[in-house]
Structure formats: C-alpha cells, structure tokens
C-alpha cells in the first residue's frame, strides 16, 4: 500500500438492494461517500438468499422442477433490475456474466437432485449465487452512471478454513489478499466493489460465513484494510433499544459499546451479524448502523467506550432454544462434574449460550437445533436430565447495569406475570438474560421495555 489511506466501508443489506429502484438509493448513498475511498460489500437482492436456499431443498427432495422455478424466480428479478438499471438494454457482458450464473446453478440444482443429496459445500455454492448476482447489477449501474468501478470476486479476498456453511475467517490471508486485490484500487472517486457472505478456501472453494455473514464480511475487510469506518446500511436507523417488529416503543440508539453490541447481536438481534464486531473491535474501528432509505437521519455508532445513558441500553431476544437441566444428586462429591459435563458439550460441537448453577443442578440452554439424541444419551450416562424445548432468551444489556441496584427487582416486578424459568448474569456483567416460553417472549421484551426503557 503506498500511503496510509483509509478507505470507508459500506455494507448494504438485502433489502437495500432488493430491486432496481433500491440500487439507485445505494448508487445516492455511495456517491456520497465517493471522497472517501469507498469499499462497497453488498448482500443479495431481498430474500434471494432464502429463495436459493428453497430451491436447494427441492432439489435436495427431487423435485428438480421446483427448484429450477425457484432459480429462474430469482435470476429473473435479477435479470430485470439488470435491464432496468442500464437503461434498458443491459451491455452483453453483464448479460453473458449472469448467464454463466444462471448456468452454473442449474447444473449445481440438477446435480443435487440427480443424486439427492445436499452436502454444505454444494449449499454454499448455491447460496453464494445471489450475492454475485446483486454486485453484477450494481457493477452495471455504476458503469451505467460513469462511475468508475472495480468489481472484486470476494472469493479472491475473503479466505476461510473447510468449513462449508460458516467458514471460519483465516485472518492473515486475508489481509494479504485484500493488499493485493483490494487496496490498489482504492481511492477517492471511485468504487471498489465486492460480495458480502461468500468466501473461499486456500483450494478456491467457495464458502459462506452463515446466514447475515455480509456484515461480517464488511467488518472483516474493513479491518483488514484499516478502514476509517464500516457503515451497516440497513432498513433501520440504526441499533434500535429492542427489535421494532416486537415492541412498538423502541427508539434508535445513538451510541452502543461495542460490548453492548456483542451482547444485542448474539441474543438476537438481527440488525448485526454476532461476529461483525470482534474484527472492528481488535483494530477499534467505529462501526455505524445507517438507514438506506434515510441516509441524513438517525444513526448509530459503536465504539469501544459507547457512551452511558440509562442503566439498561438495549434488550433484544433469541428463541426457539432448549433448556435442559442437569441433575446429579452426587454432584456436590465430584469435584470435576462441571469439567465432565462440557466436555460433552464440547465434544459433540454444541454450544451452550445460558447456564445457571444450583448446588445439585446445572440448568443450560442450547441451540434448539442441537443433536439432543446423542447430547442425552452421554449426559444420562451420569445425571439426570430435563428437557424443556420451545423457550426463548430475553436478554437485558447495558454497561451500566452492573453499577444499577435494585435493577433485577425491577425487572421481575415488569415481568410479574410472565414464568420466568431461568436467570443468568453474564460474565462481562452487561447482560442480564431470562428464559421464558417462546410464546411470552415478544409480550416478557414489550414489558421490559416500558418498565426499563420507556419509563426512564
Ligand atoms: P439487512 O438485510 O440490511 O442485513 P436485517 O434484516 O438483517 O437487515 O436486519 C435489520 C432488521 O433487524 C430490522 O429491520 C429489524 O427488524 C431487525 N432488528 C431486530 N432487533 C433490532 C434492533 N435492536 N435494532 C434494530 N433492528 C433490529
Ligand atoms: N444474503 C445472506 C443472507 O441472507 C447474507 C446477508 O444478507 O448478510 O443470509
Ligand atoms: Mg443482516
């Protein structure tokens, strides 16, 4: 890199770019951000990704005809916002691009259904797809519009291990790949532009960092680029004091500590990918939350102090998970019970999110997709275990809840007539988090909502 520039990365999400129209606010946005050096990660178009992951499915079950429906759906409001964004008539290299991505995944979706098998490494493949269509049509806008563009392949940049589904970053690479592929063409004017979600091993095989990963890939490059900011554009102002859909009352927070965003996004809130943080925070890299659609409104901003209001910032809430309850009345005797019982946890690859210890149980929630069958038979092997599934995690999060008194007498009297089933503090002391039944989760956040949040 010749000089110390700091680029700015911009993210948009699927529904920031989900048609023609959408693209031509984030071409508004990116014009703006044009002096800064822009590094442009997009999302596939809406909810194509659900639509390739349908149609992987179908064909996975043999119904090759509903998945090549499913494929053609997608590539067609792909192809039309191509049209649409050139004008009209697309450049035939744009068409020729997307017709080797409509081939490609119809050989993939045959393949699958020929043998009826979906391993992970062909479902990246297939789910990798929307995301190379979405930056083909804004490489077309912006070459439509004179904006000088280089249109990256993440696959080039983004390394990860074998880990098919959620690819595991390999950080050294890939700041050596965005040296070379990315960092020479920087610069204020023009429009460096690549995938979010998708990228590949040492091999060249295509991978994905998981569902929501493009947010992850932005923090990712941005710390690998030294990045000035990393933008999360988005259909929301920002980080919201809970998630909008749940509670009516829940307003924009002008500033989170990225602490408090770790917390908000691995208990559920979808505005963030739960690992976009750690890349941002090893390099103190602000990270801002923006809406698409309201580029000069409200925003959020997340560094490493935050900035303290009230004693509880956020909730947010993450369902369905299982609780299982560990009971072993020769407990107290063994020494190494707590060792014995994670390392099946560890062995059998599932993590645990909450546990609470009592002096005779354990009680703990997992993912509710978690292998049940083999986690019970090994822990019977030693306790006794209860299994209580369809519960859900509230979680309440703030840097100052650990300096609040009286804050858990506040919430149970907010929560006096919902069954509360478990109670965790986090380790970090940030995070207070509830299990209750999925079904009371949205009416257990409504109600700490008001008490904690909307009373202040
Ligand atoms: P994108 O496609 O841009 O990545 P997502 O759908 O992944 O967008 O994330 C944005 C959505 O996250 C919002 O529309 C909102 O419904 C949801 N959400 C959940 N919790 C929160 C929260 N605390 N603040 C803001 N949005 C939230
Ligand atoms: N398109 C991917 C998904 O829907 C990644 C993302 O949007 O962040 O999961
Ligand atoms: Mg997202």
Request: glycine residues 10%.
């Amino acid at each position: 890199m010749a000089s110390a520039l700091r680029p700015r990365v911009l993210k948009f999400g699927g529904s920031s770019v989900a048609d023609a129209a959408c693209m031509r606010q984030v071409l508004a946005v990116v014009r703006e951000a044009l002096p800064a050096a822009p590094l442009v990660v997009l999302s596939a178009m809406g909810k194509t990704t659900d639509a390739l992951f349908r149609a992987a499915r179908a064909a996975r079950g043999g119904d090759l005809g509903a998945a090549l429906d499913e494929a053609e759906g997608l590539l067609g409001r792909a192809e039309a916002a191509l049209r649409e964004v050139a004008g009209g008539v697309a450049p035939d290299e744009a068409l020729s691009a997307l017709a080797r991505e409509r081939d490609a995944l119809e050989v993939l979706l045959r393949g699958v259904a020929m043998l009826q098998e979906l391993t992970p490494r062909t479902q990246d493949a297939i789910a990798s797809t929307g995301e190379r269509l979405s930056t083909l049509v804004f490489a077309a806008l912006l070459a439509h519009e004179g904006v000088p563009c280089e249109h990256v392949d993440a696959r080039e940049v983004v390394r990860t291990d074998a880990t098919f589904g959620a690819g595991v970053p390999q950080p050294v690479a890939l700041r050596a790949r965005a040296g070379e592929r990315l960092a020479p063409h920087l610069g204020p004017g023009r429009v460096v532009l690549t995938q979010g979600y998708v990228g590949a091993t040492e091999d060249g095989l295509t991978t994905t960092l998981g569902r929501g990963g493009s947010d992850y890939s932005a923090a990712l490059l941005g710390a690998a680029l030294d990045a000035e900011e990393i933008q999360i554009w988005t259909d929301v102002e920002g980080v919201l004091t809970a998630d909008p859909r749940v509670a009516p009352g829940a307003r924009p927070l002008p500033h989170l500590s990225f602490a408090e965003a770790a917390e908000l996004a691995a208990f559920g809130a979808k505005v963030l990918h739960p690992a976009t943080i750690q890349p941002a925070v090893e390099r103190g890299i602000p990270v801002t939350v923006r809406h698409t659609q309201r580029p000069q409104g409200r925003f959020t901003t997340i560094t490493a102090a935050g900035r303290a209001g009230r004693p509880v910032t956020a909730l947010a809430h993450r369902g369905p998970v299982t609780a299982l309850t560990v009971h072993s009345t020769r407990m107290l005797a063994q020494a190494g019970f707590l060792a014995r019982l994670f390392d099946v946890f560890g062995r059998l690859g599932v993590s645990v999110d909450l546990v609470a210890t009592a002096e005779v149980s354990v009680s703990l929630t997992v993912d509710a997709g978690a292998p049940l069958g083999p986690l019970l038979a090994e822990l019977r092997a030693f306790s006794e275990v209860t299994v209580v599934e369809r519960r859900a995690i509230v979680a309440v999060v703030g840097e100052r809840l650990k300096h609040t008194a009286g804050l858990g007498a506040r919430v149970f009297a907010a929560l006096s007539e919902v069954n509360v089933e478990m109670i965790s503090m986090g380790g970090n002391e940030i995070n207070l988090s509830l299990v209750v039944a999925e079904d009371d989760a949205p009416e257990a956040v409504r109600r700490l909502h008001r008490a904690l949040i909307e009373a202040e």
